[in-house]
DNA sequence: GACTTTATAGAACTTCTGTTCCAGAGCTTA
DNA sequence: TAAGCTCTGGAACAGAAGTTCTATAAAGTC
């Protein structure tokens, strides 16, 4: 882009309009530039318009008012995000709430919105808020928001939401598979591991984030 | 707010003007709207947009074309994101570089976009990334990101970054007022807490986040 | 000084656009 | 059935707003 040095008007102008988009949520009319920045006639603004428009400041639509758009600008830039519902509270055994396509932001307590890039463009992502000392070893507090996203295997080692079917009941363990059996390591020292068939476990999801906030 | 029940054109109308908005970057103009819309009169439209704006969906301004802002509607709300530069690797006695008002986002390594309720909002935030086990006893791990407030004063048990004047370098400890000393307890058990003079210290900032991307 | 570029004024013009008024259709309710 | 509500159509008006034209300064360039 040709950043050619702005002159002082076309600043204050640009300024303008910043804030007037800001402030009212659309963009100024050429006439209320004009008083904003307290200038003289509206071919003026028109000519420095089209100044900022050539060197990329802005976007306008011929013949159509209010149709500024500020370009680039660092301040109003907004990423794309996502919505990842928060489905539910982990705590040590009980069973979690894990979201089917449908069912997906009805569930939830309340949703979080991120920004694409903390959930590595990922789909199928959702949140558990985590309640008691059942991962500290995992260095996940109470409290802290678990960022799972939904897979059907694991790889060992990672810590996995998953369902005991006969058990009928859900928890968050590292996950190990040995020989014929399958290892769920709690992720706290006070709990024993727990070897099960492979036929009775389902991965529902994995963590792929945590996120705490303090004070 | 009053949720009536919107009727099919009301919706139709409202889905117009939010994919008007989002395409254009600027509201449409009634009788965009009708045509949009393929409705027949720009009454139908005011009688309509009139509704809305009552039902609390829109705010309008008299006389101003192009004024409509939507208003709540969870679909194409983007919520304000606040830039933090990451400015530092914090590891066991290393000094941190706390950005001064200048040279905010000159030092950082990187910048990390979030909303804004991931902060609650606060001012002079910044974050440094965690390299070590240095702080695994609060629940942080080698790799994590840390979000801090820059502050230049902290409650008991608050985890905060700490300039220490004669020694020269800085780092991440709780802080504990005792007497007439200052404990600076360790976020690892393999180390010893230090005592060192209320004079000697100065408080750079206090943890307020932790952020961690797994696999 | 002659010439070009940049910046400024003012006014006129045309189109865009919000607003208003009136009439009527369709529906429900007493 | 009359009354009353919601919804629709069409047209006209007035003010808002983008555009264009001409003239004039000021400042830099040769």
Redesign the interface.
């Known amino acids: 882009m040709n950043t050619k040095e702005l002159s002082h008007k076309q600043q204050l102008i640009l300024n303008f309009i910043g804030d007037f988009l800001h402030r009212?949520?659309?963009?100024p009319?050429i006439r209320e530039i004009v008083q904003g920045c307290r200038l003289s006639s509206t071919s003026l603004v028109e000519y420095h318009l089209n100044i900022l428009e050539r060197e990329g400041y802005l976007?306008r639509?011929v013949e159509?008012?209010?149709?500024?758009?500020l370009l680039g600008g660092?301040r109003l830039?907004?990423?794309e995000?996502i919505i990842v519902p928060v489905v539910g509270i982990i705590s040590a055994g009980t069973p979690i709430p894990v979201p089917s396509a449908d069912t997906w932001s009805n569930v939830a307590l309340e949703n979080l919105?991120?920004?694409q890039d903390?959930v590595?463009g990922k789909e199928r992502v959702y949140a558990l808020r985590v309640k008691g000392d059942s991962m500290?070893d995992a260095?996940?507090?109470d409290g802290?928001v678990v960022l799972m996203?939904q897979v059907s295997d694991a790889n060992n080692g990672?810590?996995v939401a998953i369902w005991l079917k006969s058990e009928r009941e859900a928890t968050l363990k590292k996950v190990y598979w040995e020989q014929d059996m399958v290892r769920l390591q709690p992720c706290n020292t006070q709990m024993k591991p727990i070897y099960v068939h492979p036929s009775n476990v389902e991965i529902q999801g994995?963590?792929?984030?945590?996120?705490?906030?303090?004070?």
Chains 1, 2 share one sequence.
């Open positions: 009212r949520g659309y963009a009319a976007r639509d159509i008012s209010r149709s500024i758009r660092k830039r907004h990423k995000m919105e991120l920004p903390m590595s500290v260095l996940i507090d802290d996203q990672e810590m994995k963590v792929i984030g945590v996120i705490r906030q303090l004070s």
